[in-house]
């Protein structure tokens, strides 16, 4: 991997968004260090600028005000953006950022979880994410939920008499052969949990059924501006499986990101 410094100069812009303060319903942690074992030795022929956003210990809000704030000043260079963390309410504050940018942003929610759970105390933690962006300039229509195996009760009211696009983990291949995102901008969000637990062992809610060739040609169907990839946990998987096919992951979403 070429580093630079210079965002001018870079193919792609990345931010590390370390951060487990977004999971409060399990005990299986481990986010913190996701970002930096995905880069550790990790290459690839484009030329990126590295940045770090450093959590708040204490306050998840201002964690995720951070982040806005990063993602709004990396925008300004007009590069593609991907962003790792972290638990998936990493994603909250880039995703809103951008879509008040770009009103016309489509979302491609790669994970084995619909994440449209009500908010708990007043948090936007990992669970609640998608449903939060509903009320920050999304539609319903502008959301594709793939690879989605578990479906809570509460998302199942929250969706009586909505029409979601939800595609399964028998459905990725539907997936590819109707997405068209046309002209308007795509942000793909890649929770590893979407990978089955034999090759996602690293992770708080091993619930996926797919395999890392259908993750990647999902990835290369989205051809997504921006991108984020999230809820690895190196701590939960002796073997690595869980890092290694991470990057593979972040090398499909570097080369096919249009630059």
């Not at 997405?179 to 890649?190: D, N, R, T």
Request: aromatic share 6%; proline share 6%.
């Amino acid at each position: 991997m070429t580093r630079i410094n210079s965002p001018q100069d870079a193919d792609v812009l990345i931010q590390k968004l370390p951060s487990d303060m977004g999971i409060h319903r399990n005990p299986r942690k481990g986010t913190l260090d996701g970002p930096d074992r995905i880069l550790e030795d990790f290459s690839t022929y484009r030329e990126m600028l590295v940045e770090k956003v450093f959590p708040d210990e204490f306050s998840l809000e201002e964690t995720q005000q951070r982040i806005a704030e990063n993602t709004e000043d990396l925008m300004q260079y007009g590069k593609p953006l991907v962003s790792l963390g972290g638990d998936h309410s990493v994603s909250f504050p880039a995703v809103k950022a951008l879509k008040k940018e770009m009103p016309d942003l489509k979302l491609v929610w790669l994970d084995a979880h619909l994440d449209l759970k009500e908010k708990v105390d007043g948090h936007v933690s990992h669970d609640v994410v998608v449903r939060e962006l509903l009320n920050s300039g999304f539609s319903l229509e502008e959301i594709y939920f793939v690879g989605t195996t578990k479906v809570d009760g509460d998302e199942k009211e929250f969706l009586e008499g909505k029409e979601p696009q939800i595609y399964r983990s028998s459905d990725i291949q539907d997936f590819i052969r109707e997405f068209s995102p046309g002209e308007q901008p795509v942000y793909l969000s890649l929770d590893i949990d979407v990978l089955s637990e034999e090759e996602a062992p690293g992770t708080g809610y091993p619930d996926g059924e797919l395999s890392p060739e259908e993750v990647s040609k999902v990835v290369d169907a989205v051809k997504p501006s921006y991108a984020d990839l999230v809820e690895v946990a190196p701590s939960l998987d002796t073997e690595s499986r869980t890092v290694e096919n991470s990057r593979n992951l972040l090398e499909s979403i570097i080369t096919g990101i249009d630059c």
